[in-house]
């Protein structure tokens, strides 16, 4: 492993992350709204938003608001939110645990779905599976995640009373209280996911089937699973371990709706509501957040390429 | 050895499950309310927060010097009395004595001062200075359960506009070195605890409540579900008791649900569209008239609210209010709407923009309602439906031509018609002007007699209606439910959400 490629990753992660920030801050600035308006409601006075924004340090110019923000952050301080005066870090700290979880089982269902179907219709492309299969991705694809969360509470939750309609437990607390709370947000998220990574382990697993090396192995008299397992499979694995790890940014930033809806406590919901109430600091700190997770997990899959072909150099 | 290796385990399982049972009797004990409120708060403290979600929560922490009971009839609750000097500049009320605030610290008339200037202050950016006296009015303690408040001008009704827990009595150690109330100390019947951002709390009694046996709870676990379906699940399925509302499509299927009983009341609120007068050609009376005769406010209420509404024919205030005018003169006339577009000089129609709000999915479907009413006499409309945050400043602005909102929490007349329609009001956002209208809700503001009030406001109220700057839809209804074993909640036409008189049966 070459640990200079990793410095230099770090590196540039840091870039990124910064730039994410500015972009993040000028385009709060942009979007018309103003959050001393949304907290006095419509029919507050100018006096009392402009007094609001003289305190809430809103009339200074976007560059000191963007340096002081800046360099509280650094210090770990990312400030209070402009709504409700707590502690930024401690509300982004409570809704890691919660989107992280959520993230990591969504993928769990989704992969668990997506592996299987996808290898089989790669297998047998125009199989009856493999038509089956085309079909869900499709149906995952284009069926609404709200729509789809709303049918699991009302026929699960609701009509068959299985598991419990929104809400959840932490999982020190109680884990078959967490577990009965996850599957209906989990399985939400993970089916979208599932469809999306069907159609790219099948298009992977296509793409080596037919590449010479594979032949070679057939001709040399492999069993077809050790040519499936030991020599396609290894090698469409750099394609899927590509898409998983886009799929993971995403179940980390994008599941906002499937949180909504289960109110599930994670970062999404938080980012949500923060831009719908103009509440810069918040926002800023839960992009910071998500901006942080997602470099983090686009190096780790960047490092895991070498693991799977060490022919991968870094320069 | 191997014994004691079984032991230890089976000990420990013991305790586990005595543990285990001992807890959940303390907890049957207990008066617990699960209670699942349909949007997040968006702050806590009750002299900035604006949102009904806030005031969900608040209404049960903080109190002020005077409320509205259940018959929305003005009664003392920090104060037990209050006098007008005779020159009707100043106001005295006496303060109850034997309140304290959740810290066990007296409530004095030194926490009323305090309180009451720190929404005049500037720097607080409160939206209620002009409820406890305007910018001027001088908060004074006389004695230590004594208080007076001098304003500029005789203001006959301030005992009505404090009656809000808007302009409630914090103690000083509410505010934190950023000047912000995070967690408000207050006299009210609970306390925040185990506060989780903005998705879930912990009201707990307050040991220190100066009404004998009240709360009848000792706490309310509140979580939010936003989603409509959600929350009536939840419920349904008996993870929470009590539900702050249900999509209104819902209502009728829950009322025929033995396990389940729904309120609904009128609501102090009305729904309307407001037209840019300052714009042609909304700044002509005839045009405003014909849309208001041009809609049909039964298509509005069932597509809005679906059904759960009164219509409105004249002014804002419905039947149910003391404060309802007969004058009602907007029945449909589509024939009446075309000739009135005519004389105006719009017989072929003209192009006007609707304002909703996609925050708000009811203004959008009045919206669109509108949209074809409108269409009937030739006025061509486009929707454009920002979100709230645009939405109010697009408002606030006057970049619109008729903004589609709703108003809450109303219980006296002057609420419905001085600061939103008086000219220059704060709350005027149509710019609407009639010094007629200004001079008789000026007279209403220095006069404490009902009658002699009701007199004043009829001719406003007719004044109003014939000018239209805002064409009044209906009055909607508030709606709470909850499981057949929650009793003592009441259902009010002013929202106000008390926990107070709550309790669990069986």
Known sequence: ?315 | MKKVRLIVPLLLLVLLIVGAGLSTMAQMSEQVLRSAHDAEWTGLDPHVASTVSSFYVLANVVESLTTNNDDLELTPLLATDWSQSEDGLSWTFNLREGVHFSNGVEMTSEHVVFSMNRIINPETGSGRVASVGGPDAVWEAVGTHTVTVTTPDPNAILPILLASRATAVVHQDSVDENGVIVVPIGTGPFTVEDLDGTISMRLAKNENYWQDGLPLLDAVEISVIQEDAAREAALLGGEVDFVTSVAPQAVEALQGNADIVVHVAPALAYKYIGLNLTREPYDDVRVRQAIAYAINRDDLCSAGDFGLCTPLYGGPIDTGSPWHFDYAPYSQDVEKAKALLAEAGYADGFDMELMPTSTYQDTVRQAQVLQAQLGAIGIRTTINAPEWAEWLELEGNYRYDGYICSWNGLTDVEHYFYLQHRTDEVFNFTGYSDPAFDALVDQGRQVSDFDERFAIYEQANQILVDAVPYVYFYNPAFVRVMSTNVKGYVLRSDNANLYMNTYLEG
Do not use: C
């Not at chain 1, 996850?182 to 590449?211: C, H």
């Not at chain 1, 694995?237 to 406590?265: D, K, M, R």
């Not at chain 1, 970062?267 to 949500?272: K, N, T």
């Open chain 1, 1 to 315: 492993m070459n640990y200079q490629y990793v410095l230099q990753r770090l590196l540039s992660a840091i870039v990124v992350v910064l730039g994410v920030t500015i972009v993040v801050f000028i385009i709060v600035q942009i979007v018309p709204g103003d959050p001393a308006r949304v907290m006095l409601g419509p029919y507050a006075s100018d006096e009392a938003v402009l007094g609001l924004r003289e305190r809430l340090g809103l009339d200074r110019p976007i560059l000191e608001q963007y340096l002081l923000w800046l360099g509280r952050a650094a210090r770990g301080d990312l400030g209070q939110s402009l709504l409700n005066g707590q502690e930024v870090a401690a509300q982004l700290w409570g809704r890691i645990g919660p989107s992280f979880e959520l993230a990591m089982v969504s993928l769990a269902i989704g992969l668990a779905i997506a592996f299987p179907i996808g290898m089989i219709s790669a297998l047998k492309p125009g199989s009856v599976v493999d038509v089956v299969a085309t079909l869900f991705s499709q149906i995952g694809v284009s069926v609404p995640t709200f729509w789809m969360g709303i049918l699991l509470v009302i026929v699960v939750s609701l009509n068959l009373g299985l598991l419990p309609p929104s809400g959840y437990t932490p999982i020190a607390e109680d884990p078959g209280d967490w577990l009965a709370h996850i599957i209906l947000p989990a399985f939400t998220a993970g089916f979208v996911s599932a469809s999306i990574q069907t159609r790219f382990i099948r298009s992977a697993m296509l793409d080596v089937l037919n590449a010479n090396y594979v032949q070679t192995a057939r001709a040399k008299g492999l069993a077809e699973r050790a040519v499936v397992v030991n020599h396609a499979l290894r090698n469409a694995l750099i394609n899927i371990v590509t898409i998983i790890g886009l799929q993971i940014t995403a179940l980390f930033s994008g599941i906002v709706i499937v949180e909504v809806v289960f109110s599930w406590p994670g970062l999404g919901r938080l980012a949500l509501n923060a831009v719908e109430e103009r509440d810069y600091p918040l926002l800023q700190g839960a992009v910071l957040v998500v901006a942080v997770m997602v470099t983090m997990v686009n190096l780790f899959v960047d490092l895991l390429y070498f693991l799977l072909d060490p022919r991968i150099e870094y320069v």
